[in-house]
């Protein structure tokens, strides 16, 4: 099949927030970078941790989060297949307890209005990742919503096209 028209669309910058919010913009930018300290103090792999990104920022629709997720986790070790997969991780075999738990956790803060985290999705990371990991596990979600949500809104960063 042959498409009439297959040139890229582009989607426009609404808002150059790091432009109009820079003392905001470096102070996400900060508690990113506490987020990942704690991650690793707590031993939370690091491709876990870019799937735990990855998964928040494909609930929040947030393009350039996904695109910048998804190279990183395949950069520090984590197969296309299971990037490919994370969407619909309950229904695949790919991936651990402890992975499900925490996607698991993922998910119901990132729909923190839709679920209020139900008491077993939490025990279920801290029996995983204990009470530190889980922690910091937290810290990581609260950080890249925070990301998606200036990203969604303000479309502030584009993807660029990378050749196949």
Do not use: K
Request: with cysteine.
């Amino acid at each position: 099949m042959t498409l009439l028209n297959d040139s890229l669309v582009p989607v426009s910058t609404r808002l150059d927030f790091d432009a109009l919010a820079p003392v905001f913009s470096r102070a996400v930018n900060q508690l990113d970078e506490a987020a990942t300290q704690q991650l690793e103090l707590a031993g939370i792999d690091e491709g876990l941790r870019e799937l735990v990104r990855l998964r928040a920022s494909q609930i929040n629709g947030c393009a350039y989060c996904v695109d910048l997720h998804s190279r990183t986790a395949r950069s520090v070790g984590v197969t296309a297949q299971r990037v490919d997969a994370l969407a619909v991780w309950r229904e695949s075999g790919l991936f651990t307890a402890a992975q499900r738990a925490a996607f698991a956790l993922t998910e119901d803060v990132t729909r923190l209005s839709e679920t209020h985290v139900p008491e077993g999705v939490l025990a279920e990371a801290v029996a995983a990742f204990g009470e530190e990991g889980v922690a910091a596990l937290l810290s990581l979600i609260i950080a890249i919503n925070v990301w998606n949500a200036i990203g969604v809104t303000t479309r502030a960063w584009s993807v660029a096209p990378r050749s196949a």
